[in-house]
């Protein structure tokens, strides 16, 4: 699945060097990584979110890429202010924002999600359950964006191939995922981003542990 | 857009470095256009990478130029930066640290470009700081079960007067099922071993020595059991996601089983002594707890008694450097050892307590200002037990306040207490040190602040708390009216 035509002479004391990779692409990442990384277009919804009575919906199950899109806009957007609601009480503060960012919306409380509502910002939620009947009662445009549906062979590929990029040790020849890999993993995970990152990372320990070196 | 290629060659990178020594290298820049650079900020610091959320700190930072740089020249910084004292370089299967050399140039309306690159480091000694580490993994311990109970406590009985007789029915069900395994888990195992315990000579152990420790017990009446075994154990623990997402991820990296006895009596009224001994690894990994990044050893006895429920026990071990037994945590062969960790952490904290209670003292009879209050809290503020006292300490004083407004709070969370009716709170800083706050402002003040916007602000407010989820200090401002 990885591919490597040659291997980096330095640094034996560290695992992942033989594959020029300074870790396993495909561990858990910080948000400003994962924003850094995501392979989503926003400027389209930030041009949108410019109108205050305008929100944005992202639905659609744990994996799927909710975060990541909210990261990536909260990256492009410094006036935002986002919010991961927990699944336990009490809900958090909410910071006001331009927009505002609610991860996890639908566990949002009555009274929170009364100020949210009541904010005059525009929103972005990423939620699991449809929130555009309330929203519109408040007088927003809502725009729904079903995520999962575009997680393709390539998009799984591209995402992939940068995460190995960001973990890359020096200049020179780094593993590669090829589009059949990546149709092999859509194929067996479907659009579970989640799911294809902890096999991959499980396999890539794997072939460190038994000292494989070239392809993999 | 400009591109700015940065890259670190250090001078050794095959080195293994040791705290209190330098990393030594250059930074190399290649723009391919001419551009402005407000900073160019090479840093050491370390990093955990795996299946755990990432866990960081920093060690040392400079900023070696700031200016022009010209389309088509190649520049070179030397740098010269400490390698940090902890945590060791460890590579595992789901967790690893690592420490790292990272240039970040600061680039005026565009992403800051940045690198980092690897280095080993070996600490030979514990930091002076470690014992509040290890002071946490003791107090996490035991804090589960007391909020398990807390929160029952808060959260379920008083549902009971809205559920009414199928609450009692729930409870109840919940109660029978937490009173069966307390009677399958604890009371009968022991009432057939009696007072079964286990004892670790030492429970601070450096790599490859030897760790000693026996099992005994006094059975109430003759018990043959079908094996007693000993397990050491080292375990990455990794917790990643949050919330609902939340999943704690686990992985023996060493594990070695000892029977004791087998098919042996243990006789009613006799003390039955069963001494163990292990030979730790010379590559034995550091017991480490960053966070949601942990590496944990520990000792677990389990005696199987044939058809009746097995009596098991674990404890905490800690493995720290080699020449730090040497040093000075000592070598205490005598049964006192055995807490002798939890010891020297509890005098150490009584100290610290007691420093802190004079500093807070002091406080209240000195008529401390907010510049010194802060300047307590700051210096304390990754001390949770002396944060609180310094903090209790100043709760109810009132002060003039001076703060930098970042954002306002369009809810300021359930049932806040704090907060002014019709009124609302901001977060905000200390100009220096800075300070997070939480300051809630009366109605009457709220057309100031919303035309403050992000300014300063100057007025009298009264501490109140802390927000320890946040980490701010909380100030309800006075109402002029």
Redesign the interface.
């Known amino acids: 699945m990885f591919r490597l035509d040659d291997k980096s002479p330095?640094?034996?004391?560290?695992?992942w060097a033989r594959f020029n990779l300074?870790?396993?692409p495909f561990?858990?990442?910080?948000p400003d990584?994962r924003a850094?990384l995501a392979v989503v277009e926003v400027d389209y919804l930030i041009e949108m979110l410019g109108d205050p009575r305008q929100a944005v919906q992202f639905i659609g199950e744990?994996g799927r890429g909710k975060t990541t899109r909210m990261l990536k806009l909260r990256s492009h957007l410094p006036e935002s202010?986002y919010t991961?609601?927990?699944?336990h009480?009490?809900?958090?503060?909410?910071?006001?924002?331009n927009p505002?960012l609610v991860d996890?919306a639908q566990r949002l409380?009555r009274?929170?999600r009364r100020?949210?509502l009541r904010?005059r910002c525009s929103l972005v939620f990423a939620t699991h359950n449809d929130l555009s009947k309330s929203l519109r009662k408040h007088g927003y445009r809502v725009h729904t964006e079903h995520i999962g549906e575009s997680n393709g062979p390539e998009l799984v590929c591209e995402l992939l191939n940068r995460r190995i990029e960001a973990s890359r040790?020096?200049?020179g020849v780094i593993p590669v995922i090829s589009i059949e890999d990546a149709e092999l993993l859509v194929a067996e995970f479907g659009n579970d981003i989640r799911g294809i990152e902890n096999r991959l990372?499980l396999q890539f320990?794997k072939n460190l542990e038994v000292g494989f070196d070239g392809e993999m | 857009m400009a591109k700015c290629e940065l890259?670190i060659e250090l001078d050794e990178?095959?080195r293994?470095y040791h705290e209190g020594e330098k990393v030594e290298g250059i930074a190399h820049v290649k723009v391919d256009s001419t551009v402005k650079c407000t900073g160019l900020v090479l840093s050491t610091g370390w990093k955990t990478?795996?299946?755990?959320?990432?866990t960081?700190g920093p060690t040392e930072e400079t900023t070696v130029f700031s200016g022009q740089w010209t389309q088509g020249t190649k520049y070179e910084y030397r740098f010269s930066l400490s390698a940090g004292d902890w945590p060791q370089t460890y590579?595992g299967?789901?967790l690893?640290i690592?420490h790292y050399v990272e240039a970040k140039a600061k680039i005026p309306w565009a992403?800051d470009p940045k690198t980092?690159?690897?280095f080993?480091v070996r600490v030979t000694q514990l930091p002076t700081w470690h014992d509040e580490e290890l002071s946490q993994i003791l107090k996490k311990s035991k804090k589960p079960q007391i909020i398990g109970m807390v929160l029952f406590a808060v959260i379920c009985v008083p549902q009971l007067r809205f559920t009414g007789w199928v609450g009692v029915g729930v409870l109840g069900f919940v109660g029978l099922a937490v009173a069966v395994f307390w009677l399958k888990q604890k009371f009968l195992p022991r009432y057939l071993l009696g007072t079964p315990n286990f004892y670790i000579q030492e429970d601070t152990l450096a790599p490859g020595s030897e760790l000693v420790g026996e099992f005994i017990t006094q059975t109430r009446k003759t018990v043959v059991p079908n094996a007693i075994t000993v397990a050491l154990r080292g375990t990455e623990v990794c917790v990643?996601g949050?919330?609902?997402?939340r999943t704690t991820h686990k992985n023996v990296v060493f594990e070695e089983i000892q029977e004791l006895q087998s098919n042996t009596t243990l006789q009613a009224g006799t003390e039955n002594r069963c001494p163990f001994s292990f030979q730790l690894p010379e590559d034995a990994a550091l017991s480490v707890n960053l966070k949601e990044n942990s590496l944990i050893w520990s000792v677990e006895v389990e005696v199987d008694i044939p058809r009746w429920p097995d009596w098991r026990k674990n404890q905490s071990i800690y493995i720290v450097p080699t020449n730090e037994k040497r040093l000075g945590l000592g070598s205490d062969q005598s049964g006192a050892g055995v807490t002798r960790a939890s010891d020297t952490l509890a005098q150490e904290k009584s100290q610290a307590s007691d420093s802190a209670t004079e500093n807070s003292n002091s406080m209240m009879a000195a008529g401390v200002t907010f510049v010194e209050t802060v300047a307590q809290i700051w210096a304390v503020r990754d001390d949770r037990d002396q944060l609180e006292m310094v903090v209790d300490a100043v709760i109810g004083l009132s002060f003039t306040i001076e703060a930098q407004v970042e954002?306002?709070?369009?809810?300021?969370?359930?049932?806040?207490p704090n907060v002014y009716k019709d009124g609302y709170?901001v977060?905000a800083r200390y100009p220096g040190p800075r300070l997070p706050l939480v300051l809630y402002v009366p109605h009457d003040l709220g057309d100031e602040f919303e035309q403050l916007g992000r300014g300063a602000w100057t007025g009298r407010g009264v501490v109140v708390g802390w927000d320890s989820?946040?980490g701010r200090l909380q100030i309800k401002l006075d109402s002029t009216s």
């Open positions: 330095s640094m034996g004391w560290l695992p300074h870790r396993n561990g858990e990442l910080t990584e850094e744990c202010s991961y609601i927990p699944e009480l009490p809900c958090p503060p909410i910071l006001s924002g505002i996890e409380s009274s929170a100020c949210v904010s040790l020096q200049s990372y320990q | 890259s990178p095959n293994v990478h795996g299946r755990g959320n990432v960081s590579h299967q789901i690893s690592d992403f980092a690159t690897p080993m990643s949050s919330g609902s997402n954002r306002r709070l369009l809810y300021a969370g359930d049932e806040d709170a977060w989820l946040h």
